[in-house]
């Protein structure tokens, strides 16, 4: 019986076989490990789930302030319904970390400054299920949104660097102001849906 190839959900790199994590980019290989979902699972939670939501996309790099000193970082997950806003935790980045052990410097580098680590974490969860891990998570319905501007100061006009980019949501009932890190990701994932 010929064995059938297996490939990363998260990269497309070919699986191992046996393989509980990918070689490449330290993703878990659904249905592996019995704590893992399987694909069925897996099939269920990303893309549509059983309310009819569409994921979109993900990005992380979102602060928001929360008093004089202290400011909070978010991912913001899009779908075809809201923008969920969770936020990143120490426990998430101790996952993420974990889950990146053992690559090279610059894997672990690249997928740092990309986000793409915890980012990724959302592809496999409903949206429901994000929106409720923690009790700092929000989400604001599409159709609330009256509009959404990037205020671009460039910093390093040498070389272009948009490093002072802030976001600012205006809903129905309030304004949400975000700094970004990754502005391109978060401008490219809301031009799919229209906002921008």
Request: hydrophobic content about 35%.
């Amino acid at each position: 019986m010929v064995q059938q190839k297996k490939y990363c959900t998260n990269c497309g790199s070919e699986l191992a076989e046996g393989a509980r994590f990918c070689a490449s980019c330290g993703h878990p290989v659904p249905g592996e490990d019995p704590t893992l979902p399987s694909p069925a699972d897996q099939a269920q939670s990303s893309g549509s789930n059983q309310n009819g939501e569409t994921l979109i996309g993900a990005a992380t790099g979102l602060e928001r302030k929360k008093g004089l000193f202290k400011t909070d970082t978010f991912t913001m997950i899009v779908t075809d319904k809201r923008l969920i806003f969770a936020k990143v935790t120490n426990e998430i980045l101790k996952e993420q970390a974990a889950q990146l052990k053992g690559q090279g410097f610059m894997a672990r580098m690249q997928a740092s400054m990309s986000g793409d680590h915890i980012t990724s974490r959302y592809d496999n969860i409903a949206p429901e299920q994000a929106l409720a891990e923690n009790s700092d998570n929000f989400a604001v319905d599409r159709s609330e949104i009256k509009k959404i501007k990037f205020n671009i100061n460039l910093v390093d006009t040498d070389s272009k660097r948009d490093n002072d980019v802030k976001m600012e949501i205006q809903t129905v009932r309030e304004k949400l102001q975000f700094k970004l890190r990754n502005h391109g990701r978060v401008a490219e994932i809301l031009k799919q849906t229209g906002l921008v």
